[in-house]
Structure formats: C-alpha cells, structure tokens
C-alpha cells in the first residue's frame, strides 16, 4: 500500500524566502506525481504535475522535481509572498487510486 | 468546459438521515474519484470509479458507505444513517480516459461540506 509523506507539517517564513517543500512516497510505481494548494475551506487547484518518465517541471516560481527511484519530491518556491500561504498537498498516482500526503501548512509573513 | 462540480456545498443531516453528495466531472471525464478530509487533516482516499464500475473502494467504510458512477447523469457518494463521525468535506476529483490515462491530471471538485448534527 502506497505511503505518503510530507516534511515538514508546517512551515513559517518572511516573505521573499526562497523554500522546499518535501514529499517522499513509499512505492516507487508511480505514474505520476501532482502537486496541489489548498486554501482554508477551500477545493484543491492543481499546481504541477510530473510525469513518472520527468524530472521536473516549472510554473511561474514553482519548479517541483521527482526521483522516482528514491521515492522523493520536492516543491521549489521562490521569493514567497504572503499570497502563498495555504497547504500545499502531494499526491501520487498508481493503478487504481490516487494517494495524499497530510500536506505541508505554509505562512508567508509579510 | 466548467471544471468538476459538486454539489451541494454544504449539507447538514440530523443523525439517522441519508446523505446523498453529488459530482459531476469535467466534460470528457469518465474516472471519478472521492476523498474525505477530517479538519486539520489530509485527504483519505475512498473510492475511484469509472463509468458503471466500481474499480477501487479499498478507502471506504464497509457500513454505511456506497458509490456509483451511472452511465448517465453524476457521481453519487451516499451515507445511509449518518454518525457526527461522518462529519467532513468530501472531495470528488475527475479525469480523463484514453491511451494516457494512467498519466493525466486529475481535476478537483470545491467539495461537499457535511455536518451531521
């Protein structure tokens, strides 16, 4: 059964910092790994997402990487601003199911 | 292409009622999945369906608890007899079919928020 799980749970930072958020998953037969923000009270939009064949991929000032083999992704933030905080929320895709990490809870102070 | 929708977004039921939440996936979007989120905790996969097959309900609750994804209309999740434990926000997220679709971004709903009271 597939585990995932994010480091830290939360995180608090001054704006401007750059920072990584972390996401390992047990089984490495993965199809591909999605990266998510969640507001308080609110759905999920999908941020990035990678396929089990990439490395990485960019949006804006979010790059997201993946090692499959090692079962590890990181989410690269750069030059936070307070409209950043939310918690960010990984999720990767096997056969028949989606799995989620408890997400990362992150405050960007201005 | 209106994104997946849920619906209602808020539901209360007194204990012993049915709830019935509803989710219509994106347009070409025949794999539905559903998900609980406690408060202050991450999503808890349910089930994943697609058209009139059941493919994986390993997430859901033996009792109580059944999906269906008809050939027409939207996603049904369905609580029989609610306990104020079922009180949460269910997700529902969908995605497309074809060659790919082991590879292809899943979409997700505003979800339902149910209390039971």
């Known amino acids: 059964k597939q585990e995932v799980t994010q480091i830290p749970a939360a995180l608090s930072v001054p704006e401007g910092e750059n920072l990584v958020l972390n996401c390992s998953f047990t089984?490495?037969?993965?199809?591909?790994l999605q990266w998510f923000r969640q507001d308080p009270g609110k759905g999920l939009t999908s941020l990035l997402l990678?396929?089990?064949?990439?490395r990485e991929q960019t949006s804006g000032r979010l790059n997201a990487s993946l090692d499959k083999s090692s079962g590890r992704s990181t989410l690269y933030i750069a030059a936070s601003q307070p409209g950043d905080s939310a918690t960010y929320l990984c999720a990767v895709k096997g056969n028949n199911d989606m799995r989620f990490g408890a997400g990362t809870r992150l405050t960007v102070k201005p | 292409n209106a994104g997946v929708m849920q619906n209602p977004r808020h539901l209360v039921r007194r204990r012993g009622q049915e709830a019935r939440l509803r989710c219509s996936p994106m347009?070409?979007?025949?794999?539905v999945y559903w998900y609980r989120q406690l408060p202050e905790e991450g999503l808890k996969f349910m089930v994943y369906l697609q058209k009139e097959n059941i493919i994986d309900e390993s997430g859901m609750p033996k009792e109580r608890f059944s999906a269906e994804f008809p050939k027409e209309g939207p996603s049904i999740l369905r609580i029989q007899q609610v306990v104020r434990g079922d009180s949460a926000a269910y997700f529902c997220?969908?995605?497309?079919?074809?060659?790919?679709?082991?590879?292809?971004?899943?979409?997700f709903g505003q979800g339902t928020r149910l209390t039971v009271v």
């Open positions: 990678i396929q089990s064949s990439q």
């Open positions: 089984d490495s037969a993965i199809y591909n």
């Open positions: 347009k070409g979007h025949s794999h």
């Open positions: 997220a969908s995605s497309r079919t074809g060659e790919t679709i082991m590879n292809t971004e899943a979409f």
